[in-house]
């Protein structure tokens, strides 16, 4: 089972100042650097959410992952064509994969993966894409193409547009500017955590 609220950061430091807020899923996005500080930067974030019981998805270095004994990895399209998919499950590590149509989610199915995203389900600020916003009405049509399958919604989160996604369809909701960009992070993160947790 994911965590409903799934953060998403660039660097461990960022895990120090938001683990202790009550973050369960992380995912570590690393776009450029060397191999030694890729690796400093996931053995660092990997000891830092097993000592407060958090799940750590690496995005795009399988390898790395695989090296560090890392929960998941995470693979957009496009890394999906050079990533050897045997040596991931070989080793034990978890699945994620990143659809925007129907035939990238029919390819990510393929793979069995242990969740599938989607995205952006609202307009974002992150990073240009060629999609444009897939809507709740996407959601809701995923999470019946994928079954059981987890189905993470992406892109153009807040915490109030959080229960919508979630009431949709979508089994966790990833984000990373509605966090990393406020001017309270650590309070930002908690109002996540608390708009997230089922009821008890």
């Not at 996005?29 to 958090?54: F, M, Q, S, V, Y």
């Not at 790395?64 to 034990?92: N, P, S, W």
């Not at 909701?173 to 992070?185: E, G, I, M």
Request: charged share 25%; aromatic share 6%.
């Amino acid at each position: 089972m994911l965590d409903r609220f799934y953060l998403i950061v660039d660097s461990a430091a960022w895990l120090r100042r938001l683990l202790p807020c009550g973050v369960k899923l992380v995912q570590l996005r690393i776009k450029e650097g060397d191999e030694a500080t890729l690796r400093g930067e996931i053995a660092a974030a990997r000891d830092l959410c097993e000592a407060a019981g958090a799940q750590l998805v690496i995005n795009d270095y399988w390898r790395l992952a695989i090296d560090a004994g890392c929960d998941y990895v995470h693979l957009g399209q496009e890394d999906m064509d050079t990533a050897d998919f045997a040596a991931i499950r070989k080793a034990g590590v978890k699945l994620g994969l990143s659809t925007h149509d129907e035939a990238e989610l029919d390819r990510a199915l393929s793979r069995a993966p242990d969740y599938v995203a989607l995205g952006p389900v609202y307009p974002t600020i992150l990073k240009q894409m060629r999609f444009g916003p897939r809507g709740l009405e996407r959601v809701t049509q995923w999470k019946k193409l994928v079954g059981k399958t987890p189905l993470v919604g992406i892109g153009g989160m807040t915490v109030e547009r959080a229960p919508l996604v979630l009431a949709a369809g979508a089994d966790s909701v990833s984000v990373v500017t509605d966090v990393l960009l406020n001017r309270n992070p650590e309070a930002r993160a908690r109002e996540w955590v608390a708009a997230t947790r089922p009821p008890a």
